[in-house]
Structures are given as structure tokens and as C-alpha cells.
């Protein structure tokens, strides 16, 4: 298995900082052969906005990280892509600018898709953000991902749809399924799947669904689903 490293970044530095030396820390021991780019920050940008920052404060912040943690790789011998992951709406130029790769985080259900229309929403979003690395000025192109899709099976809120008036169940999480996976395999759409496993601990967002986005439950049993089998025709 390879994976990304990532570096969640908070308002503070600390955090950051600590984060840095842990991974920093792990590069020495275990080398970065199963290490396939580092991630500065999920969602920073967002979630700054929202707390009131501007997109151009919040952005420059990221872009910052990135070339801190890139100048740092790269003086410790590492030769390690770098980049970041935020919602599809508010990646714009100069961030993607700055990145080796780029995770756009894509949700229909909080975006008031249906169920049936979930694909064709992701794909309009996505083909934005590709845009946006077809006119970059860096070379190679920063390479360009589907950083989060899914559909969550359940929620702690009985009965809850979204805005479309779709709900949060197997029978839709299914349904997403067979009209994604094999869609955006044979597109050669770069893309991850949100998530693998159900994470009880999200109960707490206020969110009824945050914890049941798995393909699997929280024991790590599949649900009752099938998931689709397609070549696919990019790699990581």
C-alpha cells in the first residue's frame, strides 16, 4: 500500500510545526518508498472562510506551508510532491500554482444533489479544477484529483435527506457507486473513494451523517453492497 502523507493545518502554528517533525521524524525511520506526496492542509481554506478569513488570506497561508514544507523535504534529501486538498469551490490559481497535485474535495450530498444525479454534479465540479491545472504556469502540470466522493449510507438524524430530498442510505450509496466508479475509471479520473470505513468518532460534528461515509462498517464489514470492478485507466 502507498499512501499520501498529510499535514492538517489549524489556525495556530503548533500544531503545523509538531505535525512537520512527526513526519519529518517517520521519512528518517521508514524512507519514502511507500510515500506517494505530502498534503499541506484538508479543507484549511473552507474552513477558514467560514470563520471569517478572506479566500485570498486563507490561500496564501496554504500556499506558504506548501513551500515551507518543500524547502524543508527537499533539504533533508527528499524528493517528495507537495500538495494540498479543500472543496472544489474555493481552489482558485494560485493555489494550484503552488502544488505538485491537488485533491478537490467533491460531495454531492452536501451540495443538494440527488442520489441519481450525484455523478454529473462531480464531474461539471471537476472539470473546473482541471481547468485550473490545464493553465498553470508550473511544469509538470500539477496533477489533478477527485479528493473526496461518496454518499453516506445512514445517519443519527432518522429519516434526514439532503437539500435534493435524497437520503443518506445503502440503497443510494449503492447506487453511487455503480454509476461512479466505473464512470470516472474509464475517464481516467484520479479519485478517492470517501471513505473506507465508518468513523464513529464524527458523531460529535452535529452532522447526522459524518459518521457513515464507509464502504465498511466501523467493525470493518461490508455493508450490503457491491462494489462495481473497472480497469482503471489512470494510476496514482
Given at each position: 500500500m502507498k499512501i499520501y502523507a498529510a499535514i492538517y493545518l489549524e489556525p495556530e502554528e503548533e500544531s503545523y510545526t509538531r505535525q512537520k517533525k512527526i513526519?519529518?521524524?517517520?521519512?528518517?525511520?521508514?524512507?519514502?518508498?511507500?510515500?506517494?506526496?505530502?498534503?499541506?492542509?484538508?479543507?484549511?481554506?473552507?474552513?477558514?472562510?467560514?470563520?471569517?478569513?478572506?479566500?485570498?488570506n486563507s490561500t496564501a497561508r496554504v500556499v506558504e506551508k506548501m513551500n515551507e514544507v518543500r524547502t524543508d523535504l527537499t533539504a533533508l534529501g527528499y524528493t517528495l510532491p507537495v500538495g494540498t486538498s479543500d472543496t472544489g469551490g474555493t481552489i482558485s490559481?494560485?493555489?494550484?500554482?503552488?502544488?505538485?497535485?491537488v485533491f478537490a474535495n467533491i460531495h454531492p450530498w452536501f451540495s443538494g444533489s440527488t442520489a441519481e444525479t450525484a455523478t454529473e454534479f462531480a464531474d461539471s465540479q471537476f472539470v473546473s479544477a482541471?481547468?485550473?491545472?490545464?493553465?498553470?504556469?508550473?511544469?509538470?502540470?500539477?496533477?489533478?484529483?477527485?479528493?473526496?466522493?461518496?454518499?453516506?449510507?445512514?445517519?443519527?438524524?432518522?429519516?434526514e435527506t439532503n437539500q435534493g430530498g435524497s437520503a443518506a442510505s445503502v440503497a443510494n450509496l449503492q447506487l453511487a457507486l455503480n454509476n461512479w466508479v466505473c464512470h470516472a475509471n474509464t475517464a481516467g479520473t484520479r479519485y478517492?473513494?470517501?471513505?473506507?470505513?465508518?468513523?464513529?468518532?464524527?458523531?460529535?460534528?452535529?452532522?447526522?451523517?459524518?459518521?457513515?461515509?464507509?464502504?465498511?462498517?466501523?467493525?470493518?464489514?461490508?455493508?450490503?453492497?457491491?462494489?462495481?470492478?473497472?480497469?482503471?485507466?489512470?494510476?496514482?
Open positions: 513526519l519529518e521524524d517517520a521519512l528518517a525511520v521508514y524512507g519514502t518508498a511507500n510515500v506517494l506526496g505530502v498534503a499541506v492542509g484538508n479543507e484549511y481554506i473552507l474552513q477558514a472562510i467560514q470563520a471569517g478569513d478572506t479566500t485570498e490559481q494560485s493555489l494550484v500554482d503552488a502544488a505538485e497535485f482541471e481547468a485550473l491545472a490545464t493553465a498553470s504556469t508550473r511544469t509538470p502540470s500539477p496533477i489533478m484529483y477527485q479528493g473526496e466522493f461518496g454518499w453516506p449510507s445512514d445517519s443519527d438524524t432518522t429519516g478517492f473513494w470517501f471513505s473506507p470505513f465508518d468513523e464513529p468518532w464524527k458523531a460529535t460534528s452535529g452532522l447526522g451523517v459524518e459518521a457513515h461515509w464507509g464502504l465498511f462498517d466501523k467493525d470493518g464489514n461490508l455493508k450490503d453492497i457491491t462494489i462495481p470492478t473497472c480497469t482503471a485507466k489512470n494510476t496514482p
